[in-house]
């Protein structure tokens, strides 16, 4: 049974591959919804993902998952849950259609249910006549689609993508995270979304940890982690800001650039914003813009890295794997070999 306020919840989990801790004493639980797994590049998200499914082994840690204890309970909690994995996973020589069925007979349907469910999935991944051919033929786009579709052929409660919108077009990701929230708005399902990308976290999560070198630096709603921690509003400045910057200064606030060409100004209650106008009037400026300013995940996600916004960063459309660079120490193996001794 899961828990009400719970899906996975781990407990000091510490994952070595030889010398390099991947996963450093990671105390952790996801909560129902679509959750974000971030990290730079190396900081052991597959890491924590593998051995979630036990496909690493471990040298600490307990916890559960779904409800079924972890790591001791392991075979049922792969059973349980849908992994759709950053690699290709595909048998070669089969249709997509044959594939997805496969899945579906492995985790314990008949046969004519499985086919039945195959296509209905495929259907909702949006997966036409190309379901009839080999799947070695299939593009990225296609091969994310089908490895999405296996994932969830079983109808789990629990999704694990890691990397799914990887070597998407725009409008094959748009329609991916559109399936994301779709799932976990409609039909219940929670979700570990692992990804590079901040705009798929703000797209389509609710919740979001941050991994830095193997350690939990952020676990929180999205909502609490975007309320600044004084009131503080954002400000739009039609013409030159300086004036308008320097007088709020000289009154004291903090005032800061956004990355999409706006102003933060602290100590502002977004709801008796009196004082800005009143600055704004003897400034001189034009203010054509004001809300409570909120941290963006750009924000959030560089001040857990310690890493530093790329001057040329537009909003959105920040890829962090290019821009931070990694905590690991060794070059990341493939597939699931597992190095520990
Ligand atoms: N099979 C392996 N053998 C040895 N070291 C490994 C292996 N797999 C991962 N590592 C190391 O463990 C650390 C965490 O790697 P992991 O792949 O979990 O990070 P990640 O956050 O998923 O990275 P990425 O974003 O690049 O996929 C890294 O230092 C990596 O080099």
Redesign the pocket.
């Known amino acids: 049974m899961t828990s009400e306020s719970h899906v996975v919840s781990i407990d000091g989990l510490t ?1 070595r ?2 010398e ?4 450093d004493d990671v105390t952790l639980k996801i909560r129902p919804g679509v959750t974000g797994l971030l ?12 051995a979630l499914l036990g496909l ?1 082994r471990t040298q600490t840690g307990a916890g559960d998952v779904m409800g079924l204890q972890w790591p001791e309970q392991v075979r049922a909690i792969r059973d349980a849950i849908g992994y759709s994995p ?1 690699d290709d996973c595909y048998i070669a020589g089969l249709t997509g259609i044959e594939s997805v069925a496969l899945m579906a007979e492995l985790s314990g349907l008949p046969r004519i249910e499985a086919l039945r469910r195959s296509h209905e999935i495929l259907d909702f991944c949006d997966v036409g006549e190309e379901r009839y051919r080999e799947v070695e033929s299939y593009s990225t786009g296609m091969r994310q689609k089908l490895k999405f579709a296996q994932a969830l052929v079983h109808d789990p409660d629990l999704l694990i993508l ?2 799914p919108t990887t070597g998407l077009d725009p409008k094959q990701r748009r329609s991916m995270l559109d399936r994301i929230r779709t799932l976990g708005q409609r039909h219940g399902k929670s979700i570990l979304l ?1 990804t ?1 990308i901040l705009h798929d976290v703000r797209a389509v999560c609710d919740h979001v940890i941050i ?1 830095v070198g ?1 350690t939990v630096r952020v676990s929180d709603s999205l909502a609490n982690l975007s309320r600044p921690a004084e009131p503080s509003v954002q400000v739009g400045v039609q013409g030159d800001p300086s004036l308008l910057v320097r007088d709020l200064q000289n009154a004291g606030h903090e005032v800061s650039a956004t990355i999409d060409g706006r102003w933060k100004v602290g100590g502002i209650d977004p709801n008796d914003s009196a004082a800005i106008w009143q600055t704004a009037g003897q400034s001189g400026a034009a203010i054509s813009r004001l809300e409570p300013a909120r941290n963006s995940l750009e924000q959030i996600f560089f001040a857990a890295t310690g890493a530093t916004m790329p001057i040329d960063a537009e909003p959105g459309s920040v890829d962090f ?1 290019a821009t931070v660079s ?14 520990a001794s």
């Open positions: 994952k591959y030889r390099v801790v991947a996963l990290g730079p590049n190396g900081s052991g998200k597959s890491t924590f993902i593998k690493v950053e890691d990397e692992s590079h991994l193997g794997a990694g905590q690991g120490t060794t070059t990341k193996g493939t597939g699931g070999s597992d190095g």
